[in-house]
């Protein structure tokens, strides 16, 4: 199994051709009629892919056209030149220009290469993968600080094998970007929780000043009170209802106001929690 990263500068058709110069006896596209490939048995077992699956195996074989090598044998190659070979043909297929930036991680297990190997169908069908892949816009690149994507692609021994993810490089690195640069919700959140503070606090010490004003009425009624009583005492009890239908309100706004400020304190407790 390889893991290669496929970004790869492209070479000429000339140059590619003249590396790969052992040639086959009869062109590498009919080998696939000595015997089935994986493709053929993909498509007869899903024909709603056939179509598609045509058109990515055209596509590879038109990979091998523009770099002249259809006729180059496989067989002769070990399984190491095989690999090579293939990277530097991948390498020829063109990115658009919203995935230049892209980073791509390839995976092809043991089985996979040997069925690629003798199996020129699968090969050109891996390739036109690519090509398809390669040519597909992105429609976020350079918004949000969107700069590509990473790709990770598994190939085994059948097209069913083939796993494929891709993942914004701002997705990979959301904590990077976010210590580099708040997004303006990040900044609008921070704003709306000082604010909420400042008003919990301005709320606090409104309610500490409305409590210091309702004790010194609280004391002024328990004066008033101790008045009543003294005068009572003394035998003056035609003073002991003066004003009684005052002190009484005046008492029950004291506790209510209290109560409030207990709320109050309260609620910004838990808010700082």
């Not at 498509?43 to 055209?58: D, F, Y």
């Not at 050109?124 to 976020?140: C, T």
């Amino acid at each position: 199994m390889s893991i290669i990263n496929t970004n790869y500068v492209p070479k000429s058709s000339d140059s590619f051709a003249k590396t790969y110069v052992k040639k086959a006896n009869v062109s590498y596209n009919s080998i696939a009629s000595s015997k089935e490939s994986v493709v053929e048995d993909y498509k007869r077992r899903h024909p709603e892919s056939a179509a598609h699956v045509n058109q990515q195996v055209q596509a590879g074989k038109k990979v091998w056209a523009k770099n002249g090598v259809e006729d180059v044998s496989r067989d002769d190659m070990s399984m190491e030149e095989y690999q090579k070979f293939f990277h530097a043909l991948l390498g020829t297929i063109p990115y658009d220009s919203t995935r230049v930036c892209d980073v791509n991680y390839l995976t092809i297990s043991d089985e996979g290469w040997e069925q690629m190997k003798k199996d020129p169908e699968y090969e050109a069908w891996i390739l036109g993968y690519f090509v398809e892949d390669r040519s597909v816009r992105n429609p976020f690149f350079g918004w949000g600080g969107n700069t590509g994507m990473v790709c990770f692609e598994r190939f085994g021994a059948s097209i069913e094998e083939h796993h494929g993810q891709g993942f914004s490089k701002s997705a990979v690195n959301g904590d990077k970007n976010k210590k580099k640069e708040e997004s303006w919700w990040d900044k609008r959140r921070k704003k709306t929780k000082e604010l909420m503070m400042e008003q919990q606090v301005k709320a606090v010490e409104e309610a500490r000043a409305k409590r210091e004003a309702n004790l010194q009425e609280y004391r002024n009624h328990q004066l008033k009170s101790q008045q009543r009583l003294k005068s009572f005492l003394t035998g003056k009890p035609q003073q002991q209802f003066m004003n009684q239908t005052d002190d009484r309100k005046s008492a029950a706004e004291a506790y209510e106001n209290m109560a409030g400020l207990f709320q109050s304190i309260i609620r910004y407790s838990d808010f700082k929690r």
